[in-house]
């Protein structure tokens, strides 16, 4: 089948993607703990404020990395038909997450970069305006084009420039619909970050709450990019 001739639904996927949720909630927990939770509750605990901070923050990046490509893999395995144990997904996603894995980090330092050069730009200039909008163009592109990157690596076992490819070739035809989904993302999770992050505080209740906002937000950006790849490959069972 021509991938290209496969017509998104975008409510279809939205569906799809809080069925998946559900379904493996177990493993996603499981998951979330040890790779997510766990992670930024020992940064917060023993690293911060020492020697340590900068490593600590970049083991969390990878361990959260690790946990999108790992549910990238379980979520298309499981849409697939595959039965599933929690422990199978977990490990069958750590197994097979190393591809998904390096282009989740090529994703963060690209954002990472971004960002960077956001913050150089010359403000309230012709050059500023003009640099804020290559890069929200950049940005929008790589959503719409680039959404289904890590399930393609994790799941055809493709390193970061050939999953680029392929992703972008899955993705044609179809841009503005896994645009609006990046966008319905965003929107998501836009305001429960701002309430999060504003009035979560800095006590043992506010950590706890941030740390499951972040599990429930890398859940959400794995999860709707795999059943985006899933469903143009073509029908889901």
């Known amino acids: 089948m021509n991938t290209g001739e496969v017509r998104l639904d975008v409510a279809l996927t939205i569906r799809r993607s809080a069925a998946a949720y559900a379904h493996d909630f177990a493993a996603f927990a499981l998951a979330g703990f040890a790779l997510v939770t766990l992670p930024g509750l020992l940064m917060v605990s023993v690293a911060a404020g020492n020697d340590w901070n900068t490593l600590a923050i970049t083991l969390r990046a990878v361990c959260a990395m690790l946990y999108v490509a790992l549910v990238s893999w379980g979520v298309v395995a499981r849409l697939r038909g595959a039965a599933l144990t929690p422990l199978t997904f977990v490990s069958g996603g750590l197994v097979r997450a190393q591809p998904g894995l390096q282009v989740a980090l090529l994703i963060g330092a690209g954002i990472v970069a971004g960002l960077t050069v956001q913050l150089f730009a010359r403000h309230g200039t012709v050059q500023g305006w003009l ?107």
Request: hydrophobic letters at 60%.
């Open 131 to 237: 640099l804020d909008s290559l890069l929200l163009t950049g940005g929008l592109w790589a959503a719409s084009a680039l959404m289904p990157l890590v399930p393609v690596a994790v799941v055809e076992r493709l390193g970061p420039l050939a999953a680029i490819h392929r992703s972008a070739a899955l993705t044609a035809g179809n841009r503005n619909r896994t645009l609006m989904l990046a966008l319905l993302i965003g929107l998501t999770l836009a305001p429960a970050a701002a309430l999060v992050f504003g009035f979560g505080g800095s006590d043992h209740g506010g950590i706890w709450l941030r740390s499951l906002f972040e599990l429930l937000a890398l859940s959400l950006i794995a999860t709707v990019p795999a059943v985006v790849y899933a469903g143009l490959q073509g029908p889901i069972s």
